[in-house]
């Protein structure tokens, strides 16, 4: 039986950012995934979407050619080659990931894993024994009930990836179908822009409704997600699972039982790749006795990678009114921005509350680049710089984030 300190069950950003932490550190690392490395994130979540959305981009842009003083003819789309991209986006990270498995002497065990008891798992007839297990199995698309999910036109965001031709027509159900705006976890303004946006770009949206008859060719099922915690011998175990099927962990991400850790999705919201990874990376600190910074969940930067983008980080104006915190609003809107001018990218705004003492308590952008943007908000957040912190830094000129120091010194 192979015996090691630490073995991470799941090889997602939440399980491979622990396990090649945990080596560093110097401990004897195995990891098991019954799929590849790189988790829902690098096989059909964060990186082919991301790849998709690139080839959607090309496509409009060759489309507005002309307003460029460009002519080009009618672009023709080889669906089968778009898919092909994302294949190669994902081999391509898949090959970094299995290059650090090696460089860092971690063990890969390509297969599923189940508990035997507390120190033991399964995986494909080998013991391996394990002195602290963290689990990091992810989560799963939920399905809807009044859905018969069986049929080949109806979808959630791993079966676009087996598409052979780009669809006619789309339902996609989610986005807050149920809700009274789409977007519903972003700033109402926000949520109110994008949907213009959609509607300019005919997208039928309707919203505080449920799905119910569809004539569309695909029907793609988008109403979130539960802890992927059943059928590997947690229950067995005596792991404590909570509602939505997540594993319910203390503070610094222990399950009731004492050598058993869980990170990432499992553990449930905000379900998001860099949450997994550093709770991964914290949990294992933690385990090590290294004291690590505790994660502050109201500073988590959150993308949606629309056109235009959204990022925002912190409270929203909504809760900060429900919390009863005093704040400023300070906004400004892309149109009036250099960069955006020039390349013609002027949709959106970017809106910054504030508290008394100066703080960012919360930041929302739509617009071209928002999501990289979003980064600096977190770097400030994070480490409590106030607004004469970000304003005493050089913004560099022509740049949308030139757009950031702008709106904030509205305040000075
Ligand atoms: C379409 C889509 C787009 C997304 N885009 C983004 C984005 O742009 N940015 C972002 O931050 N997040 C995005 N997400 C969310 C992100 O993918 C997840 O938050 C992230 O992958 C969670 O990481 P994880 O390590 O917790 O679990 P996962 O990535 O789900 O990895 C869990 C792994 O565990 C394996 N596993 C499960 N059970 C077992 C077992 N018993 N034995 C062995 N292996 C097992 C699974 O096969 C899987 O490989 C997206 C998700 C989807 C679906």
Same mark, same amino acid.
């Given at each position: 039986?192979?015996?090691?300190? #630490?073995?991470?069950? $799941?090889?997602?950003?939440?399980?491979?950012? @622990?396990?090649?932490?945990?080596?560093?550190?110097? +401990?004897?690392?195995?990891?098991?995934?019954?799929?590849?490395?790189?988790?829902?994130?690098?096989?059909?979540?964060?990186?082919?979407?991301?790849? %998709?959305?690139?080839?959607?981009?090309?496509?409009?842009?060759?489309?507005?050619?002309?307003?460029?003083?460009?002519?080009?003819?009618?672009?023709?789309?080889?669906?089968?080659?778009?898919?092909?991209?994302?294949?190669?986006? =994902?081999? =391509?990270?898949?090959?970094?990931?299995?290059?650090?498995?090696?460089?860092?002497?971690?063990?890969?065990?390509? $297969?599923?894993?189940?508990?035997? /008891?507390?120190?033991?798992?399964?995986?494909?007839?080998?013991?391996?024994?394990?002195?602290?297990? &963290?689990?990091?199995?992810?989560?799963?698309?939920?399905? #809807?009930?009044?859905?018969?999910?069986?049929?080949?036109?109806?979808?959630?965001?791993?079966?676009?990836?087996?598409?052979?031709?780009?669809?006619?027509?789309?339902?996609?159900?989610?986005?807050?179908?149920?809700?009274?705006?789409?977007?519903?976890?972003?700033?109402?303004?926000?949520?109110?822009?994008?949907?213009?946006?959609? *509607? =300019?770009?005919?997208?039928?949206?309707?919203?505080?409704?449920?799905?119910?008859?569809?004539?569309?060719?695909?029907?793609?099922? !988008?109403?979130?997600?539960?802890?992927?915690?059943?059928?590997?011998?947690? *229950?067995?175990?005596? &792991?404590?699972? $909570?509602?939505?099927?997540?594993?319910?962990?203390?503070?610094?991400?222990?399950?009731? %039982?004492?050598?058993?850790? @869980?990170? $990432?999705?499992?553990?449930?919201?905000?379900? %998001?790749?860099?949450?997994?990874?550093?709770?991964?990376?914290?949990?294992?600190?933690?385990?090590? *006795?290294?004291?690590?910074? *505790?994660?502050?969940?109201?500073?988590?930067?959150?993308?949606?990678?629309?056109?235009?983008?959204?990022?925002?980080?912190?409270?929203?104006?909504?809760?900060? /009114?429900?919390?009863?915190?005093?704040?400023?609003?300070?906004?400004?809107?892309?149109?009036?921005?250099?960069?955006?001018?020039?390349?013609? !990218?002027?949709?959106?705004?970017?809106?910054? %509350?504030?508290?008394?003492?100066?703080?960012?308590?919360? @930041?929302?952008?739509?617009?071209?680049?928002?999501?990289? +943007?979003?980064?600096?908000?977190?770097?400030?957040?994070?480490?409590?710089?106030?607004?004469?912190?970000?304003?005493?830094?050089?913004?560099?000129?022509?740049?949308?984030?030139? @757009?950031?120091?702008?709106?904030? +010194?509205?305040? =000075?």
């Amino acid at each position: 039986m192979k015996k090691y300190q #630490l073995i991470v069950v $799941g090889g997602g950003p939440g399980g491979y950012t @622990a396990a090649f932490r945990a080596a560093e550190l110097g +401990m004897s690392v195995a990891i098991v995934d019954d799929n590849d490395l790189g988790g829902v994130c690098l096989n059909w979540g964060c990186i082919p979407t991301k790849s %998709l959305l690139k080839n959607a981009e090309v496509f409009e842009l060759i489309n507005n050619a002309n307003s460029y003083g460009i002519e080009v003819g009618k672009p023709k789309i080889h669906f089968e080659k778009i898919i092909n991209k994302t294949i190669q986006a =994902r081999k =391509r990270l898949s090959k970094g990931l299995h290059f650090q498995v090696r460089k860092l002497g971690v063990d890969f065990f390509p $297969g599923f894993a189940t508990f035997i /008891d507390q120190n033991s798992i399964e995986v494909d007839g080998n013991t391996l024994h394990g002195d602290t297990f &963290i689990i990091a199995t992810g989560s799963k698309a939920k399905h #809807l009930h009044s859905i018969d999910h069986s049929g080949e036109n109806v979808m959630t965001a791993k079966e676009i990836f087996s598409l052979k031709k780009l669809p006619e027509s789309m339902t996609i159900i989610g986005a807050g179908e149920a809700k009274e705006n789409i977007l519903p976890n972003e700033d109402v303004e926000v949520s109110q822009w994008m949907h213009k946006v959609l *509607k =300019r770009k005919k997208v039928d949206i309707q919203t505080g409704t449920m799905a119910t008859e569809i004539n569309d060719e695909y029907i793609l099922v !988008s109403i979130g997600v539960e802890g992927n915690s059943s059928g590997f011998g947690l *229950k067995k175990i005596g &792991i404590e699972i $909570g509602s939505n099927n997540h594993i319910i962990v203390d503070k610094n991400g222990k399950t009731n %039982l004492d050598n058993i850790y @869980a990170v $990432g999705d499992v553990i449930g919201p905000p379900w %998001l790749a860099h949450v997994s990874s550093s709770e991964g990376l914290y949990v294992v600190e933690h385990i090590a *006795k290294l004291s690590p910074k *505790k994660i502050d969940y109201d500073c988590v930067p959150a993308c949606t990678y629309s056109k235009p983008e959204i990022g925002s980080i912190g409270l929203s104006q909504k809760i900060l /009114d429900e919390r009863g915190i005093d704040y400023k609003v300070v906004k400004s809107f892309f149109n009036a921005n250099g960069k955006a001018v020039a390349s013609d !990218s002027t949709e959106g705004f970017i809106k910054i %509350l504030v508290s008394d003492r100066n703080q960012i308590l919360g @930041a929302h952008i739509i617009g071209s680049n928002a999501t990289e +943007m979003i980064s600096e908000f977190s770097l400030a957040m994070s480490n409590n710089l106030s607004v004469e912190n970000i304003l005493d830094s050089i913004h560099p000129h022509p740049t949308f984030s030139e @757009a950031i120091f702008e709106t904030l +010194m509205q305040l =000075r």
